[in-house]
């Protein structure tokens, strides 16, 4: 994992959890459970019904538990530890993954216990310090033998020097696509997102890798979720190619009333965009690992979402019902729009989540949170049912994953909005006389390439507020699409503007329909 993406999981943690240390460096007692141990039976449904009485009890913290040498390496103490190649589980077997794990400390200061699951029955994997090379760290020769691990990373008999998922801190994982970057996170639940109150990040805090048959080309990795408000019980049947693809199983047991909660939730960063210049002070033009969020909602519409980089923290909710699929996704794929030869956003993955069955009613909620560097993710997404979990049931919920460039169910005759770009409204050569914000929309795909100027292609807008004028929609050859442009004049007051635009022939949508979020400046403030 590179260390940008490292330093950005480590703020994500220590800005949601307090990292006051208590403890004496003992490994606590709950922590050192080993449920389902060597030669007892394991499958999901006894994992499922291990969660369920963890959540009869109170949550117990590992933290404060590592030993005073961990809690004091600093960054690059830190990333001098390094897992050894040969060391990795299944190299020895017939297999085409193999599993390399972290160790604790700097940020991962909870300890994660890991089984190995063989024809049924799982079996512990201790922590090893041979397995480890420490890069002369000194005073690190008396770890306990029941340390635990932080995380793991997967590799594949495609290029086993080069990994293509990660678990990582708290319930955090990540993979990549055909290009082999790593960019945004999926979680594995979110609690208080977005609220004015400290966030809750639950944690994976065992794992089971159940090892794969010769030939196999899945893994199947299962996860015991922990955390003050819930349980839950995680089966991940990974599936590598160009796509990478996840079908995730869970089953949440709340301890407490769970209102204001993520499922299937993703975390992006957003600095700045073609639509967002506020923190456009880097030489490079653009910097985020996603520029939109895609709905496909229940009733069959595409809608599409530019991100931006508020001055405060925004959240929006699109309320629906059997929501199809949702996604935070990079479009833009042209490195000249990046400029960036070390990280290469163009190529950062796409993340599209897929429902396995009828989630019901609810919302997709994206919370966007300002951010001055690319250190920080500043973008989550996820879904929240409209009704509260209550303690004492369980709720089982499946969906699908999918890491890459090319998105599934994107395979439509709609046009998707290619860019968004903003600036002064009037028209050039002739007075101002009051403010209004342009707003450009380009368009491609669909059927749009075969209609000309003469067609009649029509932009549709509507405003939550204030009006619109100089709406037009012209073809643009560059793209083989069409470019939408209007000017929004807003009412005196700063509260958010929702936007809403698509292309029409006659009576058929031709494009998805795009939504943005505008927030005027005061009326003193407004310069035209």
Not at 78 to 104: G, K, M, T
Not at 266 to 286: F, H, I, K, V
Not at 410 to 430: C, K
Request: hydrophobic letters at 40%; charged letters at 25%.
């Amino acid at each position: 994992m590179d260390r940008r993406r490292l330093l950005k999981l480590g703020l994500a943690l220590s800005a949601g959890l307090p990292f006051a240390l208590t403890g004496t460096g003992r490994i606590l007692a709950s922590d050192r459970q080993r449920p389902s141990g060597s030669g007892q039976a394991f499958s999901y449904d006894w994992l499922c019904g291990h969660a369920r009485q963890l959540a009869e009890h109170a949550y117990q913290s590992a933290r404060g538990s590592l030993p005073p040498a961990l809690r004091s390496l600093d960054w690059d103490q830190y990333q001098a530890i390094r897992y050894r190649p040969e060391q990795a589980l299944w190299r020895n077997h017939d297999s085409a993954f193999q599993v390399q794990f972290f160790h604790l400390g700097l940020f991962f200061l909870e300890p994660v216990r890991f089984y190995e699951v063989v024809d049924g029955h799982p079996h512990a994997l201790d922590y090893q310090s041979e397995h480890f090379d420490y890069g002369g760290n000194t005073g690190l020769s008396d770890l306990p033998a029941d340390l635990g691990y932080a995380g793991f990373r997967l590799h594949f008999h495609q290029d086993f020097d080069r990994d293509l998922a990660a678990f990582l801190g708290a319930s955090y994982f990540r993979a990549v696509g055909e290009s082999r970057q790593y960019g945004l996170s999926a979680r594995g639940f979110a609690v208080n997102t977005g609220l004015p109150v400290a966030e809750e990040f639950p944690r994976f805090r065992a794992f089971w890798l159940q090892r794969p048959e010769p030939g196999d080309l899945h893994l199947t990795v299962y996860a015991l979720l922990d955390s003050p408000s819930l349980t839950g019980a995680y089966r991940f049947v990974i599936h590598p190619g160009r796509n990478l693809d996840m079908a995730v199983s869970a089953a949440i047991y709340p301890r407490k009333p769970l209102e204001r909660f993520g499922v299937a939730p993703l975390t992006s960063m957003y600095q700045t965009g073609e639509n967002d210049r506020r923190m456009a002070n880097d030489w490079r033009p653009e910097i985020h690992d996603s520029d939109g969020l895609a709905l496909w909602t229940g009733n069959g519409e595409r809608i599409w979402r530019p991100l931006t980089n508020p001055e405060e923290v925004r959240v929006s909710h699109f309320v629906d019902q059997a929501p199809r699929g949702f996604g935070l996704l990079q479009r833009d794929r042209n490195f000249q729009h990046y400029q960036d030869d070390g990280v290469f956003y163009e190529q950062r993955p796409s993340l599209w989540v897929a429902p396995g069955e009828d989630w019901g009613e609810g919302a997709v909620v994206l919370v966007e949170i300002p951010t001055r560097d690319e250190t920080f993710d500043n973008i989550v997404a996820f879904w929240n049912p409209a009704t509260a979990w209550q303690p004492g049931k369980e709720y089982r919920v499946s969906y699908r994953l999918t890491w890459g460039e090319n998105m599934p169910d994107q395979a439509i005759e709609l046009a998707t909005a290619r860019a968004t770009r903003t600036g002064i409204g009037g028209v050039v050569g002739q007075p101002r006389t009051y403010f209004s914000r342009r707003f450009v929309v380009d368009f491609a795909g669909g059927t749009l390439g075969m209609l000309d100027g003469d067609a009649g292609v029509e932009a549709m807008v509507t405003t939550s507020r204030g009006r619109a004028e100089l709406i037009s929609a012209r073809p643009l050859e560059e793209i083989r699409g069409f470019r939408a442009m209007f000017d929004l004049i807003p009412d005196d007051s700063t509260d958010p503007i929702e936007l809403r635009l698509f292309l029409r022939l006659g009576s058929q949508a031709l494009t998805e329909t795009w939504l943005y979020q505008y927030a005027p400046p005061a009326p003193e403030d407004r310069v035209f």
